[in-house]
Every structure is written in structure tokens, then in C-alpha cells.
């Protein structure tokens, strides 16, 4: 009797895919997470600064945090107004 690896699969292999697909599910969490600070960055600086200097005035301050707490509720309610898109679709 001979086994086949195609025809089977050990409950390790299954442990180590499983853990691989967590691994990168997490990866490419942190990934998009980088990238939105990014936007976040840019956009924000583009909008609230005006002259850079040694430091950051109160109204700069108080912009740049108006502004990335905006930006963060925008995003929030895009994703939550696809989730409810995609989930009535699915229906």
C-alpha cells in the first residue's frame, strides 16, 4: 500500500497552511495600516502646514488632529457603508 501526498494530507500540513494564511492575513493588516498613516500624513501636512518650523504652533497642532480624526471617520463610514453594500448583495 502506498501513499500519495496528492491523495492525502497530514493534520501538520493543514496546521502549518493555516497558520501561514493567519500570518499573512496579519501581515497585509499592517501593510494597509502603514499605508493609511501614510495618506494620512500627506494629506494632513498638505492641508495644515504652512510654513515648517523648529515648532508646531497650537493651530497647526489642533489642525493636523481635526484633521486625521476626520480622515479616520471618512474612512470608517466607506468601509461600513461597502460592508452593508456587499453584505445586502449577498443576500
Known sequence: MSFSTEDSTLPTD????????EFL????????????IHEFN????DKCM???????DSRTETCMVNCV???????????????QLLQKSAM
Do not use: H
Open 14 to 21: 493543514n496546521l502549518k497552511d493555516s497558520e501561514l494564511q
Open 25 to 36: 492575513m496579519v501581515e497585509k493588516q499592517k501593510a494597509q495600516l502603514n499605508s493609511q
Open 42 to 45: 500627506e494629506f494632513c501636512w
Open 50 to 56: 504652512d510654513k515648517p518650523g523648529t515648532k508646531l
Open 69 to 83: 480624526e476626520r480622515f479616520i471617520d471618512v474612512s470608517l463610514l466607506i468601509t461600513t457603508r461597502f460592508t
